[in-house]
């Protein structure tokens, strides 16, 4: 079946530090693959998107690739800011269905 | 682009009484909508997909008669907790997709508590 596996949090980090959660996955084909941000005592909001191996998924600093060799998709920021405190969750949406996969989720804190 | 809200953000009921949530797409017509259920510090858990004008699919485990789910509209579905007890106190957000589209827009969540 399908599964994410994300890199267990909680993580802290400094203000401008590079921040990075690992993110693999399980899947027949090309799943796409997604990072959402849950700020707290609110939903999801899509962060990045990537629907090919080797696209680029990015915004608001954030990047991920879309790796089919090694089934990743990490998600790196290269200066966070307290801001970017938050939960991040990786998801994958199969190549035959419209359900989402979602990974554990990883609580980041960032600290002035 | 592409909104969703839920109504209401929060709830406080009595066990044993029912609750509506609300779960609306603001500016695109959503084919299929979701709704998930988040634990403390958890990550979500499909509950149900529902699909305009059809029944909703339910993910095994999760009570049909206890979670009624309408999709009435293209804008609209929403989600009863019927006879509310305590251990359905939780976070529930829905999220929508419109046509030829996969990816989900989340709406804000609703927050029961159920006394």
């Known amino acids: 079946g399908n599964s994410v596996t994300q890199m267990e949090g909680p993580v802290t980090l400094s203000e401008e530090a590079f921040l990075t959660i690992n993110c693999t996955y399980t899947a027949t084909g090309y799943p796409s693959l997604f990072w959402y941000v849950q700020y707290p005592g609110e939903g999801l909001q899509l962060l990045l998107k990537?629907?090919?191996?080797?696209d680029k998924g990015s915004n608001k600093g954030f990047e991920a690739t879309y790796r089919k060799e090694t089934t990743s998709f990490h998600l790196e920021k290269g200066s966070v800011q307290v801001s970017d405190s938050a939960v991040y969750f990786c998801?994958?949406?199969?190549?035959?269905?419209?359900?989402?996969?979602f990974g554990a989720g990883t609580t980041v804190t960032v600290r002035a | 682009g592409a909104v969703v809200s839920q109504h209401p953000s929060r709830v406080i009921c009595k066990s044993g009484t029912s609750v509506k949530i609300e779960c609306r797409s603001l500016?695109?017509?959503?084919?299929?909508m979701f709704w998930y259920r988040q634990f403390p510090k958890k990550s979500l858990m499909l509950m149900a997909t529902s699909n305009e004008g059809s029944k909703a699919t339910y993910e095994q485990g999760v009570e049909k008669d206890k979670f009624l789910i309408n999709h009435a509209s293209l804008t609209l579905s929403t989600l009863t907790v019927t006879s509310a007890h305590p251990e359905d106190s939780s976070f529930y957000i829905c999220s929508a997709r419109f046509a030829q589209a996969e990816t989900q827009y989340f709406g804000p969540g609703t927050r029961l508590l159920v006394l």
């Open positions: 990537a629907t090919k191996a080797d």
């Open positions: 998801a994958l949406n199969p190549v035959d269905d419209y359900k989402l996969s």
């Open positions: 500016d695109f017509q959503a084919t299929t």
